[in-house]
């Protein structure tokens, strides 16, 4: 019985590490949106550049706001390009037979790690006498400064971890729970339908969940970059 079960949940997780022809090519899949984005879309005016137009300005106002007296022309631009990245792999997980790579740890520790490296070290080498003080918030009393230098640092270390398993854990939720409902195909019509429904509106929650979670890494990332300048 419990090789049965554990059989079950294998089944269950290859969903997330599918094979193409017995070949490890899963990772070629995050540049699937260049082949469904070809050039001459960006040769003439259609419905689709007016649509990423509208995202870009969007997300060019929002990310703006976010930065607030910290705002830098190319550090917009890499962020807008990174929730972009990010959106697109998440929406093609959604596809069926197509290698879900945001639901991978490895995945998003790639943007967290490096760039929480390099945000900490130019705050560091550039900003130290800030970066000092940040560790002791304002108005703590002298008896816990000692404790909360201590908590700063923790935070901050656990921070690229966070972010990518929030990523992560999100994206395999809502795989796994439409798998699981797939699973079950009931013997009445009505029943059926209902089920039908019910992965439908599933289908819907994880396509803004894939656009919220785009979202909040990236503005969580602003959010750090503002901390260390």
Known sequence: MFYFYLMMMLNLFS????????????????????????????????????????????????????????FNMNNLIY???????????????????????????????????????GLMLFGWLKNTIYMLAHLVPQGTPFMLMF????????????????????????????????????????SSFFLYFMFLLIQLMLMLLEMAVSAIQSYVFVALMILYLKETN
């Open 15 to 70: 969903m997330f590490d599918p094979q193409i022809l017995n070949y490890s090519l899963n990772w070629m899949s995050t540049m699937i949106i260049l082949i469904l984005l070809p050039q001459m879309y960006w040769m003439m005016n259609s419905r689709l550049i007016y649509l990423f137009i509208l995202l870009f300005m969007t997300l060019w106002l929002e990310f703006k706001l976010i930065m607030k007296l910290n």
């Open 147 to 186: 404790f909360m230098v201590f908590i700063e640092l923790l935070s901050s270390i656990i921070r690229p971890l966070t972010l990518s398993i929030r990523l992560t854990a999100n994206m395999i939720a809502g795989h796994l729970l439409l798998t699981l409902l797939s699973l079950y195909v009931p």
């Open 79 to 117: 962020f807008i390009l990174l929730f972009l990245f990010i959106l697109f792999n998440n929406f093609m997980g959604l596809f069926p037979y197509i290698f879900t790579s945001s639901s991978h740890l490895v995945y998003s520790l790639i943007f967290s790690l490096s760039m929480w490296l």
